[in-house]
């Protein structure tokens, strides 16, 4: 590295330019890039599953196509953030076998289960809210690739937030027991949603650096924040109550005040304590090892597009 190089890489990021694969970076940059995008990609394509799991049990044929691109679409950003992180120079499978053992991590969010079919509305409704609010600011990121992965998904997510927000509301506009069932969904699912924001600042490792690399924007309570004042008046409009006995508007700041979560079931979460997250690592690797012949067949093509060419 010459200090040219250094040079630059600070003017980019003080300019609020972007930094593209061929640039010279920090180490510390790439691997902090390198860890984020790939546990991104890893909670999209472990996100399939818990939603997956209603595809065939989904109430109508309208339903379940709905249901099915929004699937696919998970699928879909996994492969740009895959792509992304490639761009750093590591590849898919390096990157796919940190997750199947466990060295790296996905998201919180999945490891939660989902009994019933407003369940997956809540899913639609928080957990691609929490996702819009967490990855708008990322369309800002200063590694360019990622950020350019950023605006799509943050599209497909809109569209996402909004068929679980309107399964949901048909069913508080249904029967007692329909409302009933959507209440208990948005129990299961609300302070889960809360922590997908990660820890509270004052136990963030990577806050401080990230932010001064324009990776990240706002900081995990930051953006938390955001998303429990534009949730609210989304859950009065549903006619659900929050459960969260600490929720009022504060006029003095502007905000919603909230209770704290259960950090300690948050770090279970993250560690994947019990049986539901071995289920869906062994869902995943299952998936991989199925595929196998797909992976072979599309390297055997691509050799001999290279041969003719
Ligand atoms: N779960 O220092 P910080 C989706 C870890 S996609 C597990 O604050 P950072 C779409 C963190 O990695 C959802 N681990 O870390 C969808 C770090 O450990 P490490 C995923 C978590 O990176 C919807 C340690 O704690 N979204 O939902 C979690 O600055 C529906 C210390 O934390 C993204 O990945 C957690 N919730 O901030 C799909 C967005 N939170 O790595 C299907 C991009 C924190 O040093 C269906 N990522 N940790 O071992 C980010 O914005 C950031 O990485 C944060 C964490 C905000 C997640």
Redesign the pocket.
């Known amino acids: 590295m010459t200090i040219h190089a250094q040079q630059r890489f600070d003017s980019l990021i003080e300019a609020d330019e972007r930094i593209e694969p061929d640039d010279w970076m920090p180490e510390e940059y790439r691997q902090?890039l390198v860890?984020?995008?790939a546990?991104?990609a890893h909670?999209?394509i472990i996100?399939?599953q818990?939603?997956g799991a209603w595809i065939s049990r989904a109430p109508s044929l309208h339903r379940k196509a709905i249901l099915i691109a929004?699937v696919q679409d998970?699928a879909g950003?996994g492969l740009y953030l895959y792509g992304a992180a490639e761009s750093l120079g590591t590849t898919r499978a390096e990157l796919l076998d940190r997750l199947h053992t466990r060295r790296?991590?996905?998201?919180?969010?999945?490891n939660y289960p989902t009994p019933t079919w407003a369940d997956v509305g809540a899913?639609?409704w928080l957990?691609?809210g929490?996702?819009i609010a967490?990855?708008v600011p990322?369309c800002r990121c200063s590694f360019g690739p990622y950020g350019r992965a950023m605006v799509r998904i943050c599209k497909e997510?809109s569209f996402?937030q909004r068929q679980g927000f309107q399964i949901l509301l048909r069913l508080t506009e249904g029967t007692a027991e329909q409302k009933q069932m959507a209440q208990e969904a948005l129990n299961r699912w609300w302070w889960p949603s809360v922590?997908?924001?990660?820890?509270p600042d004052s136990?963030?490792?990577?806050?401080a650096r990230?932010m001064a690399w324009g990776i990240?924007r706002f900081t995990?309570d930051e953006?938390r924040q955001g998303f429990v004042d534009m949730t609210v008046p989304q859950a009065e409009l549903l006619g659900l109550t929050i459960p969260d006995p600490e929720l009022r508007w504060n006029d003095e700041r502007g905000h919603y005040d909230f209770g704290e979560p259960d950090w300690e079931e948050?770090a279970r979460?993250?560690r994947g304590e019990g049986d539901l997250p071995e289920q869906r690592l062994r869902v995943r690797r299952e998936a991989h090892e199925n595929g196998a012949w797909v992976r072979e067949a599309a390297a055997a093509y691509a050799a001999r597009q290279r041969q003719a060419a």
């Open positions: 902090t860890r984020q995008i546990q991104h909670s999209e996100g399939m818990p939603e929004k998970e950003h790296q991590k996905y998201s919180s969010i999945f899913i639609g957990v691609d929490a996702a967490n990855q990322l997510e996402h922590m997908m924001f990660g820890p136990e963030s490792v990577h806050n990230n990240k995990n953006l948050f979460m993250v």
